[in-house]
T-cell receptor, first 113, second 112 residues
Framework: NAGVTQTPKFQVLKTGQSMTLQCAQDMNHEYMSWYRQDPGMGLRLIHYSVGAGITDQGEVPNGYNVSRSTTEDFPLRLLSAAPSQTSVYFC????????????FGNGTRLTVT | GQQVMQIPQYQHVQEGEDFTTYCNSSTTLSNIQWYKQRPGGHPVFLIQLVKSGEVKKQKRLTFQFGEAKKNSSLHITATQTTDVGTYFCAGIYAGNNRKLIWGLGTSLAVNP
C-alpha cells in the first residue's frame, strides 16, 4: 500500500498564479483533510471531507478550494497564490469515526514569490 | 474557543536524560492523540488515549490521560538521538465529531 501520496513535493509559484496540490490515498478512507504547517503555528486545518461529494471548511479556508469526486482523491486548489500561502501542506486521511488516527502524506513545500 | 495548550515549546536534553511534554485543555476532551514529526518529515500517529486516567506505554514512551480528561502527558525515559523531533497532541471534544484540536507541539533536541 502506498498510503497517502502527495504531489508535487516542492513548488515555487509567482503571486497570482494558480495551482493544484494533489492528494491520493489507497486505504479506502472516508475522511480526508488538508493542513498547512507554518513555524510556530502548528498544524492548521484548511478543508476536510467526510466522503465523496462532501467537503467543509476548516479554520483557514480562504484562498483555497477543494473537491472530492472520488473516495481516493482530494485535490487542493490555490486560486490566486499569495506570499502568505508559502507553507508546507499536508494531506491526511483516516477511517470515519473520531477514534481513527490520521495518516499523513509526505507534504508539499510551497513557496510563493 | 476550544484550545489545547502544549508546553514546553522547545526542550533540549542530553542523551540519556528524561523528557516530558504536557497538553492542557480548558474543557473535557473525548480523547487525545499523540503524533511525532521528525525534522523534514510528516506527523506520524503514536497513540490514542480514551479513558479517564489511562496510562499506555510504548517501550521508553509513557502516555497519560488525566482523570478529568483535560490534560495529557508524554514522558520519554532515557532519551536517544532517534527521539529527536516535534511531538504534537491533538484532542477531540465530545460532540465535535472528527475535528482535531492540535497543540502547537514540543520540539525535542537531543545532544549525543
Amino acid at each position: 500500500n502506498a498510503g497517502v501520496t502527495q504531489t508535487p513535493k516542492f513548488q515555487v509559484l509567482k503571486t497570482g498564479q494558480s495551482m493544484t496540490l494533489q492528494c491520493a490515498q489507497d486505504m479506502n478512507h472516508e475522511y480526508m483533510s488538508w493542513y498547512r504547517q507554518d513555524p510556530g503555528m502548528g498544524l492548521r486545518l484548511i478543508h476536510y471531507s467526510v466522503g465523496a461529494g462532501i467537503t467543509d471548511q476548516g479554520e483557514v479556508p480562504n484562498g483555497y478550494n477543494v473537491s472530492r469526486s472520488t473516495t481516493e482523491d482530494f485535490p487542493l486548489r490555490l486560486l490566486s497564490a499569495a506570499p502568505s500561502q508559502t507553507s508546507v501542506y499536508f494531506c491526511a486521511s483516516s477511517r470515519q469515526g473520531k477514534n481513527s488516527p490520521l495518516h499523513f502524506g509526505n507534504g508539499t513545500r510551497l513557496t510563493v514569490t | 474557543g476550544q484550545q489545547v495548550m502544549q508546553i514546553p515549546q522547545y526542550q533540549h536534553v542530553q542523551e540519556g536524560e528524561d523528557f516530558t511534554t504536557y497538553c492542557n485543555s480548558s474543557t473535557t476532551l473525548s480523547n487525545i492523540q499523540w503524533y511525532k514529526q521528525r525534522p523534514g518529515g510528516h506527523p506520524v500517529f503514536l497513540i490514542q488515549l480514551v479513558k479517564s486516567g489511562e496510562v499506555k506505554k510504548q517501550k521508553r514512551l509513557t502516555f497519560q490521560f488525566g482523570e478529568a480528561k483535560k490534560n495529557s502527558s508524554l514522558h520519554i525515559t532515557a532519551t536517544q538521538t532517534t527521539d529527536v523531533g516535534t511531538y504534537f497532541c491533538a484532542g477531540i471534544y465530545a460532540g465535535n465529531n472528527r475535528k482535531l484540536i492540535w497543540g502547537l507541539g514540543t520540539s525535542l533536541a537531543v545532544n549525543p
